[in-house]
């Protein structure tokens, strides 16, 4: 089955060491996404790869960093977690931006970090 | 500041009831709107895409849109203890941006 994998599910890290997520697709999408997302709290957006292209947000700290090597795999970076870093980390693809029908995201199962 | 409201919750329905989740949006250019579930500590799972004003359906789920008020709706028929969850609404404002709702979160009573 397309799907969009996670891995690791459960990471635990101390502050300040660096950590990577990763996620791959089987899905051929053109667009990958990394969302945080907290208890309670929506989706939010930290950057996302159209194809090769990188976009960043405007409010996505600089301890964030991603890295696409080709189609089917992101990672997420994080180089100095703090406490305030501790959350659900989600990976979506979609498969094109430019029409409506093709913005659907499909989300992995996400990764929770914990920071000591 | 595009933005997505929902109200929070908790929904509490009776098995057997239908649930209505409902959604406001500010950005009025949106073209794609979409309804996720979200079980407690899973990730969002797509159930509902509406592009056009009216109603959509699929199984025990409709979908209704009206652009003109800015406003989206789900509605879950014959609810289900299986439905409790966070249904969480999302809105393509064009471009690359995605905006979600913080959710609703639905209890459904056996």
């Known amino acids: 089955d397309a799907m969009v994998i996670q891995n690791p599910r459960y990471q635990v890290t101390q502050f300040g060491k660096p950590v990577t997520l990763s996620c791959s697709q089987t899905?051929?999408?053109?667009?990958m996404y990394w969302y945080q997302q907290k208890s309670s709290q929506a989706p939010k957006l930290l950057f996302h790869y159209y194809d090769k292209d990188f976009n960043n947000e405007a409010d996505t700290p600089d301890n964030f960093q991603s890295r696409r090597p080709n189609t089917s795999f992101c990672f997420l970076d994080i180089r100095s977690p703090g406490l305030g870093d501790a959350a659900m980390y989600l990976c979506?693809?979609?498969?094109?931006?430019?029409?409506?029908?093709?913005?659907?995201?499909?989300f992995g199962p996400g990764t929770r970090l914990t920071v000591l | 500041q595009k933005e997505v409201e929902q109200n929070s919750g908790p929904l509490s329905v009776p098995e057997g009831a239908i649930a209505s989740l409902n959604c406001t949006y500010s950005?009025?250019?949106?073209?794609?709107f979409f309804w996720y579930r979200q079980y407690s500590g899973k990730s969002p799972e797509l159930i509902m895409s509406i592009y056009s004003n009216g109603d959509k359906e699929d199984g025990r789920f409709t979908a209704q849109l009206n652009k003109a008020s800015q406003y989206v709706s789900l509605l879950i028929r014959d609810s289900q203890p299986s439905d409790s969850a966070t249904y969480l609404c999302?809105?393509?404002?064009?471009?690359?941006?995605?905006?979600f709702g913080a959710g609703t979160r639905l209890f459904v009573k056996a």
């Open positions: 999302a809105v393509h404002t064009g471009g690359f941006k995605t905006i």
């Open positions: 950005d009025r250019v949106s073209q794609s």
């Open positions: 899905l051929n999408h053109n667009v």
């Open positions: 979506a693809t979609s498969r094109d931006l430019r029409l409506a029908v093709y913005n659907e995201q499909f």
